[in-house]
């Protein structure tokens, strides 16, 4: 079983920083996309960034902006936010995609949530 546990939300003002760290534990034998999704209220689930060993892509609202990395050894990730925006205010969710000695297959796992909110 694959648990993630996501951490670095919280309340913070317009043009402020944050940084969320997702780790993930279980019988993981290899770690293809790990990325950030958000959903904010009445809206869908957005990808914000995503990140394989090669390369990482954002989406156009928060190029400049926000930095995804991933540390391989720790089977963790990170969104590093600056200069956040009201409208960057959601729950973030942490994804990757993960092969497991018990599924022999790689699939999607999914944190709980963390909510980021950004005052004007």
Do not use: H
Not at 32 to 37: I, N, R
Not at 110 to 117: F, L
Request: charged fraction near 15%; hydrophobic fraction near 35%.
């Amino acid at each position: 079983q694959v648990q993630l546990v996501e951490s670095g939300g919280g309340l913070v003002q317009a043009g402020g920083s944050l940084r969320l760290s997702c780790a993930a534990s279980g019988n993981i034998l290899s770690l293809a996309t790990m990325g950030w999704y958000r959903q904010a209220p009445g809206k869908q689930r957005e990808l914000v960034a995503a990140v394989t060993s090669s390369r990482s892509n954002y989406a156009d609202s928060v190029k400049g902006r926000f930095t995804i990395s991933r540390d391989n050894a720790k089977n963790t990730v990170y969104l590093q936010m600056n200069s956040l925006k009201p409208e960057d205010t959601a729950v973030y969710y942490c994804t990757i995609r993960a092969l497991t000695s018990a599924r022999g297959t790689y699939l999607d796992y999914w944190g709980q949530g963390t909510q980021v909110t950004v005052s004007s």
